[in-house]
């Protein structure tokens, strides 16, 4: 059998919060999206995003979102899971993701009651966090990475394969997907899935992809239709706009803080470089006065000795070139 045709069809990217918004705002779509992350069907979905908004004209668009779900797996299990989207890499990211990742392992909301053999207790969620980058990281050039904690015996390093309460409301898992090391990957069936975010397919116009339609396996189409949609939708189109102007301020914010801080960087080099300068001066100083003063001790031991001997007052003025004065001074400060 031969390969299938290309069949191209454009969708709105989903690299875009509003998009994604869009995309995740229909419950099968999401569900289809989230099991394919995390390799394990979601049953059920509770979406939480939590939008941070800018105004455009008249209207509040989505600036960014902070998207977080509580599911519910084919094995009864509850777990948060919790995403964030980056276009492009700003200054601000990682502690932006930590402040957030800290809100949710705080928040009351994460928490579910269970029964237990004699009372009903508080359980914290456990949390898996998934970052979709617009960028790549420094050195790892996976388009997936799975980031999995591994209980361990620490004198044996026999793996422990029970899973505590504890250790599970204490610590997370993570999944890094690098948009750029999406092109021309389709080795696995998420790889083929993530095809829908792969920017090489960018058209004149970067808010809209071009995708072959084949590339994505079946079971996954209705992502695909809902990109689609979108496209027609004049509001994301208008907050996408309003997303690249935003994008550009915050670039332009963050050159004008590197370009100060190369200044004060300089200044404070310079402020360094004086003080080093007056430190060795004032060290100079020291060192001189000290000598000065070792010659003027040699000077008067050798005078008051000189006297002591027998040499009278105007010899030891010829001698020492000073006034008979200076020589008296001298020999009365050791009596």
Request: hydrophobic letters at 40%; aromatic letters at 8%; proline letters at 4%.
């Amino acid at each position: 059998m031969g390969s299938k045709p290309t069949v191209m069809v454009q969708i709105a990217n989903p690299i875009y919060d509003v998009v994604f918004k869009y995309l995740m705002n229909d419950e099968k779509v999401a569900k289809l999206l989230l099991s394919a992350i995390i390799g394990k069907e979601v049953v059920s979905l509770e979406f939480r995003p939590t939008e941070h908004h800018f105004p455009v004209g008249e209207m509040l668009m989505v600036l960014r979102m902070d998207f977080s779900a509580r599911i519910l797996d084919e094995n009864g299990n509850q777990e948060l899971i919790i995403m964030e989207l980056q276009k492009a890499k700003l200054a601000t990211d990682i502690m932006r993701f930590r402040r957030y990742l800290g809100e949710q392992y705080g928040s009351k909301e994460n928490v579910v009651r269970e029964s237990g053999p004699e009372y009903t207790y508080r359980k914290a969620l456990p949390i898996l966090s998934i970052y979709f980058l617009g960028h790549t990281l420094d050195h790892v050039k996976a388009p997936v990475v799975r980031v999995n904690r591994i209980y361990s015996d620490a004198a044996t390093g026999e793996q422990i394969h029970v899973k505590e309460e504890f250790i599970e409301s204490l610590t997370h898992d993570s999944i890094i997907i690098q948009i750029p090391y999406l092109k021309n990957r389709r080795r696995t069936e998420l790889e083929r899935l993530l095809a829908l975010f792969d920017q090489s397919g960018a058209t004149d116009d970067p808010h809209f992809l071009n995708i072959n339609e084949n590339d994505l396996p079946e079971q996954y189409r209705p992502l695909l239709r809902r990109l689609q949609k979108a496209v027609a939708d004049p509001i994301v189109r208008q907050t996408m706009e309003a997303e690249d102007d935003l994008m550009e301020e915050f670039k332009d914010y963050q050159r004008l803080i590197t370009a100060k801080e190369g200044i004060i960087a300089e200044k404070e080099k310079v402020i360094f470089e004086k003080e080093q300068t007056i430190s060795e001066k004032e060290q100079t100083i020291s060192k001189n006065k000290q000598t000065m003063q070792k010659k003027q001790q040699q000077l008067e031991n050798a005078i008051r000795e000189l006297h002591a001997a027998g040499t009278d007052v105007q010899r030891l003025s010829n001698i020492f070139q000073m006034s008979v004065a200076e020589i008296k001074e001298f020999l009365e400060k050791g009596n």
